[in-house]
């Protein structure tokens, strides 16, 4: 039997080649998946590990803790702690080390790099005058208060030369330093592309926390001496605000740290290779079934001379079995590929990846082979049971029979109920906010596997409702295309179904996606009135000195910070707190009073958000006691209730309070808003960068560049969900492919017959691409719509997080999809069309 | 009537086939098909072209009806040359001047009968002529079965349907490919009356290739084809004189 299957594999070579490519699609994507995120782990943590190589012990401090007496500690590692190590017996060196936030300017004063990752340290030499963690390609170490140096990278992209001047942010003013050298590292962070500027110490100590204190030692010990001893030598020295751990189990806990990275990365990557190898097996489904179809005489001429019902059915199974073993091989190897590829990509889009061989797991290579024979397998079980209905007499049949269309009866309960449950689960789940979500999830299965059950049953309506119009503008090729294509059923429906499942998913995260844009941008556009809106690019709190800066600045009408802040009510609640400046706030953000007025901030009233104010049951006049950061309580009395919005704090209030409570500390200025004379305008803003002094760090943004950030993130998220899908998308496209080219292999003799009677090439043609046209616009059609049920219904759920949402339907989005799934009939007919335009009529109407 | 302007006009020639060659391969492996072929198919008469297996008889279908092409000679339908004609011209030949009935009926499964018959005309985008469908439909006995599709009916009915089909667009020329081949006895002989009036009564020609003694008696004419030649005709044939005939041909083929 195993000979047999092997050489129907062989002999159907041609109609098993999109199974094939289908399986390999899939398998690439697993192991793809794992061996790229394998490899990028090994290098990440042998990257860390090689970080941590001279590093006997390292002591971090957590920060200046506040005691109960309402003191606060030492604000990191002190010099006189750093001493005390460094006289220990077993300590070669000890580096000391401060870090924050650092941008640096190009020639045009913007910023280099994204932000979050422009990071500033300080430079600590060791005995022989170097800092280990750092190669200088150029020049040497800050060692002047003016000096710092930069990365390789950076002082590239800013064709800074050693000796030139470069201006420097901090979440102070711009200063202009002096750029001593140039370095490399092996600091994971300016690997992955960010930027890293060296200050001389005391400079570093100054700008990040306090002349005399560091954040983290790093010891490194004497030859000879064994690093738990240090640990154990240096533990007692660093007081309770600090952490000493050795540099093997800080490297530990990073590698740790990267595989749970990597394994959140690898969750997400197989997902979406899950769904395309679902989609594989409609495929796989409709190759086996026609294979079986074909060979019914075969089969049962086995059945005649002997074979028993097990050994026909298994003969069927072996050849998925050959077909998968094959595949998943040549998958395998593609997705070795694959992964390779991924990896110069990132690299081009400026992530850059450390260097390191590529990993090739066994368990890799047995879940690959594992997943794609199982899936072609499993895909090839029904057709295979078929195979045992097939009675031995059919063997004598003069031609093969026509299949019989099994009712659907049965097969459209069955889809119709679950169908039924899972839209019922979806709408209930609707309406039951954001605790629907995981109801919603059920019910999107059930209705999925619902439809997919009842898509045979489905296709009729659908195609009846469009063959007049295929009838009307395409004459005779569009109405046999149409009817050709409800022919049977159920390969149209299973080609459609796996085309329906990629385009429910993308329809339903594009309508979220641009639903949720729109609710942000309406409350943007609501909220701010202001002209700007100036923050850190880090994120960071802006320096207290902006707010007069811009105050002073020409044409400026009206400025506001949004100053972070809590306290504590009753119970030890914490609650946010946003300060303004009471002056200006009106002018600058929209704050729907419900009943008060805004004035009353300048009194020192508070304003509360109206749902926080039901919730703790204040109204206007009443006052509460308020326990600050500092210890200090004041009586707060109620202005204003206004309604809850995204951008400020459930209190408002005037940001003097909170400077009253702020003990010594800096206040958190998020954003600061302002107002200018005349409007947004390039000469306003330009005054407005001036008036900070050019400060490469600080981001002024417009309202259409706030507006922008969100729905440049939201774009950016169903891009990357677009490209991930696109494998199940293609793989449904080689499904159309392959559905064509067994439809038009069947009706060789009608195509004969046809072409025999008059119709031409081109509408042989267009009959095939007009049957691959409406299949794929059935799929996308259904799939259009679950996707946008499934998107109101999740949205549903979310509706009460987002203030002003409203669901909003994309139609040019839509109409793109539908428009691509036409497109994507056309070229999946390309290569079927031509073959049934070129056959043969003498071979195809002559008879067996 | 209509059906006197159908009447049998002995001169005009509907089809001719002229020093007709057909090669397949080359060198040692060369197969020659027809072998200079000339045959006239005369207006408003029954022909029918009968040969051993291999003789070149559907060949010379083939060639004449424009499915197939050839070496040498030419072929000409009414006044159309086909040798100088492309794809597509051939192909809308084929459309509005032929008609064609095959051995294993091939019809459409999708279309009912009606569909089926006048499926040539949409093709082609023309209207059906009413009178002389319902005319067409009448003959071959389906008025009752126009719906139904071709699953729905016996081998003998989907027969008549493809006789309709090649009837209706009333073609200048009718080929039939063994049209009894599939058929019980009976119904054959029903398709063959239907061939034979549609010659006698609307004066149409028909061109049959076939095997079967009986067939080829229901025609005016029948030549007799062997290794791609004609080596043979007689006019106003009986069964039993085309089976002594083919018999003749049959012993000198096994002689020589």
């Known amino acids: 039997m195993f000979r047999t299957a092997l050489r129907n594999v062989l002999a159907h070579k041609a109609r098993l080649i999109m199974t094939v490519l289908a399986v390999v699609l899939g398998v690439a994507f697993v192991s793809g998946t794992l061996v790229f995120t394998d490899s990028l782990g090994k290098a990440l943590s042998s990257q860390s590990a090689k970080s941590y190589d001279n590093v006997a012990v390292s002591v971090t401090s957590y920060g200046s803790v506040r005691e109960d007496d309402g003191k606060k500690s030492e604000p990191g590692i002190s010099q006189q702690t750093f001493d005390k190590i460094a006289a220990l017996d077993g300590v070669d060196s000890v580096a000391g080390r401060v870090q924050g936030f650092a941008g640096v300017a190009d020639a045009k004063g913007k910023l280099i790099g994204n932000g979050w990752a422009n990071s500033g340290s300080n430079f600590a030499p060791v005995k022989d005058g170097k800092d280990p963690r750092y190669d200088f390609t150029g020049g040497n170490g800050p060692v002047q208060p003016g000096q710092i140096a930069l990365d390789k990278d950076t002082a590239s992209k800013g064709d800074y030369q050693v000796g030139d001047k470069v201006r420097v942010a901090t979440n102070g003013p711009v200063k202009e330093y002096t750029l001593a050298g140039v370095f490399t590292t092996e600091d994971g962070q300016v690997n992955a592309g960010g930027s890293l500027v060296l200050f001389e110490q005391r400079t570093a100590q100054k700008l990040y926390l306090q002349p005399g204190y560091y954040t983290e030692l790093t010891i490194a010990a004497k030859p000879g001496a064994k690093a738990d001893t240090l640990l154990s030598e240096v533990k007692p020295l660093v007081g309770e605000n600090a952490t000493a751990e050795t540099g093997a189990a800080l490297a530990e806990r990073n590698a740790k740290d990267i595989e749970q990275g990597m394994s959140g990365m690898n969750q997400v990557l197989l997902a979406f290779a899950a769904i395309a190898l679902f989609v594989g097996i409609f495929l796989i489904y409709n190759t086996f079934t026609m294979l079986v179809a074909q060979r019914t005489k075969e089969l049962a001429l086995l059945r005649a001379v002997g074979a028993s019902r097990r050994q026909v059915k298994r003969s069927v199974l072996i050849e998925a079995f050959v077909v998968g073993v094959i595949s998943s091989a040549i998958g395998m190897l593609a997705g070795v590929g694959l992964a390779i590829g991924l990896r110069s990509a990132m690299g081009s889009f400026g992530a850059k990846i450390p260097d390191g061989p590529l990993v090739i797991a066994p368990s890799t290579v047995l879940t690959a082979l594992v997943i794609g024979i199982v899936v072609t397998m499993l895909a090839a079980w029904l057709p295979a049971r078929r195979t045992a209905k097939i009675a031995p007499v059919a063997a004598m049949g003069s031609a093969h029979l026509p299949a019989t269309a099994k009712s659907l009866v049965l097969r459209n309960s069955i889809g119709g109920a679950l169908a039924v449950i899972g839209f019922a689960a979806i709408a209930a789940g609707a309406g039951m906010g954001s605790d629907g979500r995981v109801v919603i999830g059920f019910g999107a299965f059930f209705s999925l596997i619902g439809i997919i059950v009842l898509i045979p049953w489905l296709s009729r309506p659908f195609i009846a409702a469009v063959r007049p119009l295929l009838q009307r503008v395409f004459g005779v090729a569009g109405k046999l295309a149409a009817q050709n294509a409800v022919r049977n059923p159920r390969r149209t429906g299973v080609t459609a179904a796996s085309l329906a499942i990629g385009l429910t998913l993308v329809t339903g995260l594009t309508v979220l996606g641009v639903t949720v844009g729109k609710a942000v941008d309406k409350m943007t556009t609501d909220v701010i009135k202001a002209d700007y809106m100036v923050a850190m690019a880090s994120g960071n709190s802006l320096d207290k000195s902006v707010l007069p800066a811009l105050e002073k600045a020409p044409g400026v009408t009206a400025v506001s910070p949004q100053q972070a802040g809590y306290f504590k009510t009753g119970d030890d609640i914490y609650n946010a707190a946003s300060g303004v400046n009471p002056k200006g706030i009106d002018q600058l953000l929209k704050m729907e009073v419900v009943s008060g007025s805004t004035a009353s901030l300048a009194d020192g009233k508070v304003a509360v958000a109206d749902k926080t104010a039901k919730k703790a049951g204040l109204t206007v006049g009443k006052s509460f006691e308020a326990k600050f950061d500092d210890g200090k309580t004041e009586r707060l009395t109620v202005g204003a209730v206004y309604k809850e919005n995204e951008f400020l704090s459930p209190y408002v209030l005037d940001a003097k309070v909170l400077d009253r409570h702020l003990g010594g500390e800096r206040a958190e200025i998020r954003q600061v808003f302002v107002a200018t004379q005349g409007g947004e305008s390039a000469a306003n803003e330009q005054k407005i960068v001036d008036a900070l002094g050019s400060n490469p760090a600080i981001s002024v943004q417009d309202q259409t560049d706030i507006r922008n950030t969100f729905g440049g993130i939201i774009n950016m998220m169903l891009n990357i969900m677009y490209g991930l899908l696109g494998m199940a998308l293609l793989i449904a496209i080689l499904g159309v492919v392959n559905t064509l080219a067994m439809s038009v292999f069947e009706r060789q003799q009608e195509i004969g017959m046809l072409r025999a009677i008059g119709l031409d090439r081109a509408r042989v043609k267009n009959m095939i691409r007009l049957e691959a046209v409406v299949i794929s616009l059935f799929g996308a059609v259904i799939g259009v719509g679950l996707g946008t049920f499934l998107a109101w219904a999740i949205g549903q759920t979310i509706k009460n997080s987002i203030p002003d949402y409203a669901l909003v339907i994309p139609f040019d989005r839509i109409g793109i999809f539908l428009l691509l799934a036409a497109v994507v009939g056309v070229l999946a007919a390309m290569w079927p069309a031509r073959s049934a335009a070129r056959l043969n009529m003498l071979t195809a109407i002559k008879t067996e | ?256």
């Open chain 2, 1 to 256: 009537m209509t059906t006197m302007n159908f009447a049998p006009n002995t001169t005009a020639v509907a089809a001719r086939a002229t020093q007709l060659s057909k090669v397949y391969g080359q060198g040692e492996t060369q197969v020659v098909a027809l072998d200079n072929v000339t045959v006239d198919f005369v207006q408003g008469q029954f022909t029918a072209i009968m040969g051993p297996s291999g003789s070149g008889k559907s060949t010379l279908m083939h060639c004449v009806a424009g499915l197939d092409t050839f070496s040498a000679g030419s072929v000409r339908i009414g006044e159309t040359e086909l040798g100088s004609l492309k794809d597509k011209q051939l192909t809308q030949l084929r459309r509005d001047k032929i008609g064609f009935i095959f051995q294993a009926f091939n019809l459409l499964p999708t279309l009912t009968a009606l569909e089926n018959i006048t499926l040539p005309m949409d093709i082609a985008g023309r209207k059906a002529d009413k009178q002389w469908l319902d005319k067409v439909i009448e003959m071959v006995g389906l008025s009752g079965r126009l719906s139904h599709r071709p699953t729905q009916l016996s081998g003998g009915q989907q027969q008549r349907v493809a006789v309709a089909r090649a009837l209706a667009s009333k073609p200048e020329i009718i080929f039939g490919d063994e049209p009894t081949g599939n058929l019980d006895s009976r119904s054959g002989a029903e398709v063959l009356g239907f061939l034979r009036n549609s010659v006698r009564e609307l004066g149409q020609t028909v061109v049959m290739v076939t095997h079967d003694p009986v067939a080829a008696s229901y025609a005016d004419r029948v030549i007799f084809l062997a290794d791609g030649r004609i080596v043979d005709e007689i006019h106003r044939p009986t069964a039993d004189g085309v089976l002594d005939r083919m018999k003749a041909f049959d012993a000198k083929g096994r002689t020589s």
